[in-house]
């Protein structure tokens, strides 16, 4: 599949540094605060908007928290945790395979049913492998994974590396919203490490307990093309200013 617009805008924003990712929740945010919380995002030099949530979201709702972000400019895709997080207003959708679910409906199900729709949106769909590593929080529950011990890195590699080879242009490790420890460095040197081996030419992406500069830092450090920043957004927007600054300091 050849890169649509918003892949290659941010493989085109990779090449002038690391990319940070705003993500908001309909579920928690309204459309108002969401408008809010994106002009920040942008004026602190986030790349996109990422819209999405584990539970309680629904089609009006998220329609009108996707316009209200796009008010700010940037480009807003989706990271829908179901088939109901489906909106024509969003610019792309992260379209996920949660590669280490149990469960074979978040794996190619939803994918299935997902794909006419997406189609007859007009979406842009971005194939990306949905790994989810340590804590989990509400995603790994959900989407009944059976998450990577932290420790695991050995694990870790094999679902990057088979995430490659099956074609993922963005493989996004996820230790869970809120987690209590983000996906050890380690993990992510030793999986960029692998992934140079076979050529990657897409994103890594890392989010999950990403909440200080310091840990944001370390982890663009040891080799993430990007993170996602969500409950940080939620708790006060204007932490993201140092956060985008501590990852686009990273050469
Ligand atoms: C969750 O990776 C995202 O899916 C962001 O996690 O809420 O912990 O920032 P936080």
């Known amino acids: 599949m050849k890169p649509g617009k918003v892949l290659t805008l941010l493989l085109e924003a990779r090449k002038r540094g690391r990319i940070h990712l705003t993500l908001i929740d309909p579920d928690k945010t309204s459309p108002e605060e969401a408008e809010r919380v994106a002009k920040v995002a942008a004026d602190a030099g986030s790349t996109a908007i990422l819209v999405g949530g584990s539970l309680g979201v629904y089609e009006p709702q998220l329609s009108e928290v996707v316009k209200a972000a796009k008010r700010s400019g940037l480009p807003v895709i989706l990271f829908p945790g179901n088939l109901n ?3 024509p207003h969003a610019d792309a959708v992260l379209f996920m395979s949660l590669v280490n679910s149990d469960d074979p409906y978040y794996v190619s199900g939803v994918q299935a049913q ?7 949106m007009g979406l842009e769909p971005i194939p990306t492998a949905y790994i989810i590593i340590g804590y989990g929080g509400a995603a790994g ?4 994974a059976r998450p990577i011990p932290y420790e695991r890195t050995d694990l870790a590699v094999a ?3 088979a995430s490659a080879m099956m074609g993922a242009t963005i493989i996004y490790l996820e230790a869970g919203s809120g987690a209590p420890a983000p996906v050890p460095p380690e993990t992510v040197r030793a999986v960029k490490r692998h992934l140079d ?4 030419e897409g994103l890594v992406i890392v989010g999950g307990g990403i909440n200080t500069p310091s840990i944001a830092s370390e982890i663009v450090r040891a080799g993430a093309d990007g993170i996602v920043n969500g409950t940080v957004t939620e708790k006060d927007p204007s932490l993201l200013y140092q956060l985008v600054k501590a990852v686009k300091d990273i050469a």
């Open 114 to 120: 997902a794909a006419p729709i997406v189609l007859r």
């Open 197 to 200: 081996m076979v050529g990657f």
């Open 85 to 87: 997080e489906l909106t």
């Open 141 to 144: 529950y959900i989407g009944r």
């Open 159 to 161: 679902y990057v590396l």
